[in-house]
């Protein structure tokens, strides 16, 4: 079964940045699409970036130009390279693998203003 377990969040002002990662173990996720979500308090999970197994990306427009999904397959891990970072970005981020409905445990970001 495999976990994913988040880490990089922090507090960070505005205009700054943050490069979260999502490191995998008890199986190869390089064959999946992975994905980053984030939940802001009093709102739902919403869709932050995708990365197919092949490398191809997409964003939600409220980060494209900002935020940077990456994989690394050799260390079975994803990142999510965060620039410009607004107070509006501030939310739990949580990785996921959408065909193993596997999801981590979230780190938590907070952009001051």
């Known amino acids: 079964q495999v976990q994913l377990v988040e880490s990089g969040g922090g507090l960070v002002q505005a205009g700054g940045s943050l490069r979260l990662s999502c490191s995998a173990s008890?199986?190869?996720?390089?064959?999946?699409?992975m994905a980053w979500y984030r939940q802001a308090p009093g709102k739902q999970r919403e869709l932050v970036a995708t990365?197919?197994?092949?490398?191809?990306?997409d964003y939600a427009a409220s980060v494209k130009g900002r935020f940077s999904i990456s994989r690394d397959y050799a260390d079975n891990t994803v990142h999510l390279q965060m620039n410009s970072l607004k107070p509006e970005d501030t939310a739990v981020y949580y990785c996921?693998?959408?065909?193993?409905?596997?999801w981590g445990q979230g780190t938590q970001v907070t952009v001051s203003s």
């Open positions: 990365v197919t197994n092949r490398g191809s990306k």
């Open positions: 008890g199986g190869d996720v390089n064959f999946y699409n």
């Open positions: 996921n693998v959408p065909t193993l409905s596997a």
